[in-house]
T-cell receptor
Framework: KAGVTQTPRYLIKTRGQQVTLSCSPI?????VSWYQQTPGQGLQFLFE???????NKGNFPGRFSGRQFSNSRSEMNVSTLELGDSALYLC?????????????FGQGTRLTVV | GDSVTQMEGPVTLSEEAFLTINCTYT??????LFWYVQYPGEGLQLLLK?????DKGSNKGFEATYRKETTSFHLEKGSVQVSDSAVYFC?????????????FGKGTRLHILP
């Protein structure tokens, strides 16, 4: 079956702009989580959605937001981009909320803010 | 709160050497434990997992045993290959709680020299 698909793979944006990233989970998976990966901070949890509801949220400012659609696809939005938002953004899908089962990751979207 | 600590990298070994990457955790209850691997330019892939004490996860020659008494989940491989060069993440997830999310260690970069 198809894996987790993230689009686009690469993005270059200017400070102050906003960006939307997309994630299509594995068919049948209803839980989608987002992570930010940087060399300095490692993997940091952004938020998790299950059945269109945000279930968990990490310690990120309100500029970071997300949503999930009825088909479980998820989008993540970052407004008023800052240079420090440059990172690899990873999406993961799971069969159940709580992530007690393993998460399956997409290849990520590499965002560069200039 | 829950946390995962893994050895700092990078770890550099020669091909066919024995590998150990240490991982210890702090968590209430009985978490599930995972090792994920990230190859260059890719997202994370589940390498192996263990869901209860004394379980041994294994895959592709890698092994890790869930040790509750030492709160550890060390990754081992008897003979590494150049293709094992990647970043390895230890992670935990508790089960069934609203606030559950996967908690990752900071990752250990592994370089295997031919």
């Amino acid at each position: 079956k198809a894996g987790v698909t993230q689009t686009p793979r690469y993005l270059i944006k200017t400070r102050g702009q906003q960006v939307t990233l997309s994630c299509s989970p594995i068919s049948g998976h209803r839980s989608v989580s987002w992570y930010q990966q940087t060399p300095g901070q490692g993997l940091q949890f952004l938020f998790e959605y299950f059945s269109e509801t945000q279930r968990n949220k990490g310690n990120f400012p309100g500029r970071f937001s997300g949503r999930q659609f009825s088909n479980s696809r998820s989008e993540m939005n970052v407004s008023t981009l800052e240079l420090g938002d440059s990172a690899l953004y990873l999406c993961a899908s799971s069969l159940y909320t709580g992530l007690a089962t393993e998460a399956f990751f997409g290849q990520g979207t590499r965002l560069t803010v200039v | 709160g829950d946390s995962v600590t893994q050895m700092e990298g990078p770890v550099t070994l020669s091909e066919e050497a024995f590998l150990t990457i240490n991982c210890t955790y702090t968590a209430t209850g009985y978490p599930s434990l995972f090792w994920y691997v990230q190859y260059p330019g890719e997202g994370l892939q589940l390498l192996l997992k263990a869901t209860k004490a004394d379980d041994k996860g294994s895959n592709k020659g890698f092994e890790a045993t869930y040790r509750k008494e030492t709160t550890s989940f060390h990754l081992e491989k008897g003979s590494v290959q150049v293709s094992d060069s990647a970043v390895y993440f230890c992670a935990l997830s508790r089960r069934g709680n609203r606030d559950d999310k996967i908690i990752f260690g900071k990752g250990t970069r592994l370089h295997i020299l031919p």
